[in-house]
């Protein structure tokens, strides 16, 4: 099993799906279980900052129902990654997503040989006994502008600096919670992308994951 970790546009999200690919294991993207539940809040009505509401969307989270919610493209808005982000921070919400991704990692779907998990506390919190433990990171710069150019791409027009802004305080966010922060666990690989391209990160990942297992 794989734990990988990092802050938003780090590279990690594509590095976990490329590396699950290459291993022939299960992915799960964690965040867009914070996303669902951000979603969830908004369309019933509600303020995502609201500690109540957003228990409740998470505890009506099913298991045989969250597949086909995590294929919900409205979860990839930039206003639903902030929801995420507020969500995230309530306690009562992390523990009702953890046996889910636990579940996942100790029994991936369709007769996956492991699993991948991505998100923010994997490797600390959700998997400590993962078999191998990424940290992906990359300057706040680099990654604002990475950011930048995957909303121009999709036709929305943003400036740079508002794109920035937004980085650093769902970085400020997810860093300075009281439960399950964003940080490397104690025994995570450190990969700094902001000079390699997606097959250069995925090279140094197989490296690190061989050395391993
Ligand atoms: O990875 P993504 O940007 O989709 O995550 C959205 C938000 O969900 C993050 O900013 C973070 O607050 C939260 N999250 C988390 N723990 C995870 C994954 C995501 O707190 N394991």
Redesign the pocket.
């Known amino acids: 099993m794989v734990a990988i970790?990092g802050?938003?546009?780090s590279g990690?999200?594509t590095l976990a799906r490329r590396l699950a690919d290459r291993l022939g294991f299960a992915h799960l993207?964690?965040?867009?279980?914070?996303?669902a539940v951000?979603l969830a809040v908004i369309r019933g009505g509600g303020d995502p900052g609201d500690a109540a509401a957003a228990t409740a969307a998470a505890r009506a989270l099913h298991p045989e129902t969250t597949p086909r919610v995590l294929a919900d493209p409205a979860?990839r808005g930039d206003e639903?990654?902030?929801a995420?982000?507020?969500?995230?921070?309530v306690p009562a919400v992390?523990e009702a997503?953890l046996a889910f991704?636990r579940d996942f990692a100790s029994n991936p779907p369709g007769g996956a040989r492991g699993a991948v998990?991505?998100?923010?506390?994997?490797g600390t919190i959700?998997c400590p006994g993962a078999d191998a433990k990424l940290f992906v990171t990359a300057s706040v710069e680099a990654r604002a502008e990475r950011r930048l150019k995957e909303l121009r791409d999709r036709g929305i027009t943003v400036i740079y600096a508002a794109v920035l802004e937004d980085m650093r305080e769902?970085d400020a966010?997810?860093s300075q919670?009281a439960v399950?922060p964003?940080k490397p666990a104690a025994d995570a690989f450190l990969l700094d992308t902001s000079s390699l391209n997606a097959d250069q990160a995925l090279d140094a990942a197989i490296s690190f994951i061989s050395s391993k297992t």
């Open positions: 970790d802050p938003a546009a990690k999200g993207d964690t965040g867009s279980l914070y996303r951000g979860l639903i990654a902030a995420a982000s507020k969500v995230a921070v992390r997503l991704q998990l991505d998100g923010r506390d994997i959700v769902r966010r997810d919670r399950a964003l």
